[in-house]
């Protein structure tokens, strides 16, 4: 049973690798990123010295190597956080120190604290708190994270290996060989291939009572895409447990617009639709169940819905639970700031500790070709801009999770690659072009930066490991909400920020989250329609025009919303929905621009 409102989400490569160890005991969850396994086995050396427990190294030379460091990681991060968690509860003889700690960060309705307090004000045995502690106190979990489209593919010298070889079939692998009673959140899509993989290992099938020892947990922003995905894993017999509705642009990290969709009109579908849903699906997973000759549950399963992207205070936190009847909210951004409870490294963390709006942005950098939040002066985009300099563009790309691109080469290549770069300007420079275009064009083939080693390198600075193979650089991906807070915190501090018992913003100025995301959107349609302005083909005009009527229907939903609050945003609701009319007058601006450009292509 989940005890806490809030999760911290997957961040980066390495900011949130180790994260479990810090939280776990404390009945936080939280999320390993599996991308880099060469990272997951420095760490794992690094915390077998550090505990004093055998490692023998998993070399690159071994048959699935990948998957057997990430088994072992996911193992020994398992063992250490119980480990503290059995701690804590036999702590209980010695001091109360850390009971008292995990009982004070709990939220304010929990009844645990007054229990604890009535338990050890009189009379009282050692055996009887013990008792108490096991029965009522639990462990964060510890979840992982696989990226769906990073998957690629594998080669023993020129012969391609099998298909399970590939990076996230041997991550998802890896996860479910471990020992984990835990989650996968998978998050980028849709990876077919993928998610029939699933039907070989146990864990992801439920038992009679409806227990899943392995839990799917799906990143979505929107309800369409969630059932089209529910409905393929539930003919394999399995169940999605949970959905975990994203901000497509306010949120850390790679952002997956929506058609113009907005959170709250999303997190509402899903709220009306919850129930029609489990029983849709219910009809679909029994008969497959039945047809695999496995358990079927007894009764129907349970279905969580969280939500996170740009949560910044407790009311906000407090309404998506009531109004929209989440069960978790994530927290990612801000524990940036936490370091009890991620991993970054000093120098990142004064940048962030002073990154304003502007300092923010979403950017084209990412490999993945999708648009990717940045920081400017990030020691990464330093290292690539002196590559550029040194008229040597281009990554050396020494980890290669990334190298999808086939365009050069059947192993593919990284877009943030030397040599991808290379060969992609000596096409360039046969095209012949005017400066202008040659330059617009140079431009976005070396802007891609290499993030998949940057954004774990945080992590080896933070704990002075070596990073021959990775150098100095480090990419970090905050959301827009990072603006806000500008000071190192501590857990406690962000855990009361979260649950309304302290405020760590000291801005005043902070929009609402629904109307920060609908001005990142707006920022975005107008970006895509400056794109358009060279020529406007009738796809590109029904995409825009599509955009902009559901980003209408999201402002229309948004002024009843407010329109009708008693008691809640009652500060900030005058100009919300100032903010709200000032939007829908420029979406009208925007769609005169676009029906002037369609007439001008005709």
């Known amino acids: 049973m989940n005890k806490h409102s809030f999760h911290i989400p997957v961040m980066g ?48 030379k071994l048959e699935d190597f990948r998957a057997k460091r990430i088994t072992s990681y996911l193992n020994l991060i398992n063992d250490v956080a ?24 709990l939220p304010n309705a929990s009844h645990l604290k007054e229990e604890f307090e009535n338990l050890t004000s009189g009379d009282f045995s050692v055996a009887e708190i013990k008792k108490w502690l096991k029965e009522n106190l639990y462990m964060g979990s510890i979840d992982v994270n696989i990226m769906t489209k990073v998957d690629k593919d594998n080669y023993t010298k020129n012969d391609k290996l099998p ?28 990876n077919p291939r993928l998610y029939s993989y699933m039907e070989n290992f146990d864990d992801f099938f439920p038992d009679g009572n409806g227990n899943i020892k392995k839990k799917i947990v799906l990143k979505v922003s929107d309800y369409r895409s969630a059932l089209i995905q529910g409905k393929f894993l539930a003919k394999k017999g399995i169940w999605v447990s949970e959905y975990r509705i994203e901000s497509g642009l306010n949120c850390g990290g790679h952002a997956f617009a929506t058609d113009g969709y907005l959170m709250g009109p999303i997190m509402a579908e899903f709220r009306d639709n919850k129930q029609a849903y489990i029983n849709e699906i219910h009809d679909i997973l029994i008969p497959a169940l039945a047809n695999k000759g496995r358990e079927v549950p007894k009764q129907n399963l349970s279905l969580k819905i969280t939500a996170q992207g740009g949560v910044g205070t407790a009311e906000e936190h407090q309404f998506l639970m009531d109004h929209y009847k989440v069960d978790s909210v994530g927290w990612g951004t801000p524990f940036l ?21 502007e300092d923010l942005y979403l950017s084209d950098i990412s490999p993945l070709g999708v648009p990717f939040h940045n920081l400017r002066g990030n020691t990464k985009d330093v290292e690539k801009q002196k590559n ?23 192993k593919g290549l990284c877009t943030a690659s030397r040599q991808y770069q290379h060969l992609k300007i000596k096409e360039l420079d046969d095209l012949d072009l005017p400066e202008k275009e040659y330059t617009g064009r140079l431009n976005k083939i070396t802007e891609k930066s290499c993030t998949c080693v940057g954004l774990g390198t945080s992590a080896l600075l933070a704990y002075g490991l070596d990073t021959k193979t990775e150098g100095n650089g480090v990419s970090i991906c905050p959301g827009p ?19 309304g018992r302290g405020n760590v913003i000291t801005r005043t100025d902070r929009p609402h989250m629904f109307i920060k995301e609908l001005g ?14 060279e020529s406007m083909n009738k796809k590109q005009e029904k995409y825009l025009l599509t955009f902009t009527h559901n980003l209408n229907e999201g402002i229309t939903y948004y002024q009843q919303l407010f329109g009708s609050l008693k008691g809640q945003f009652e500060n900030v609701k005058d100009s919300v929905l100032t903010e709200l009319t000032q939007g829908l007058k420029t979406l009208e601006g925007f769609k005169r621009d676009i029906e002037a450009l369609s007439l001008s292509e005709v």
């Open 163 to 190: 298909t399970e070889f590939n990076d996230a079939h041997a991550a998802l692998r890896g996860y479910a060989n471990s020992d984990l009673n835990s989650s996968v959140i998978l998050s980028a899509g849709m």
């Open 388 to 410: 550029i300099d040194k008229d040597r563009p281009g990554s050396s790309c020494p980890k290669k999770f990334v190298a999808l691109n086939k365009d050069y080469s059947e």
């Open 82 to 105: 119980q480990k503290k968690f059995t701690d804590l509860i036999n702590s209980a003889h010695e001091t109360a120190k850390e009971i008292k700690e995990y009982l004070s960060l």
């Open 337 to 357: 700031l936490v370091p009890e409870a991620t991993t970054v490294d000093k120098a990142t963390l004064d940048k962030l500790v002073a990154a304003k709006e």
């Open 13 to 60: 490569i390495g900011f949130t690798i180790d994260t479990p160890l810090k939280v776990s005991h404390l009945g936080i969850d939280s999320v390993i990123s599996l991308v880099d396994d060469i990272l997951i086995e420095k760490l794992r050396k690094m915390y077998c010295e550090k505990f004093e427990l055998p490692y023998q190294e998993i070399s690159d």
């Open 520 to 533: 990142i959107y707006l920022d975005y349609l107008k970006n895509r329609i400056e794109e358009s302005r």
């Open 481 to 499: 909400n990072m603006a806000y807070y500008s000071k190192i915190m501590t857990l406690k501090e962000m855990v009361d920020h979260i649950y």
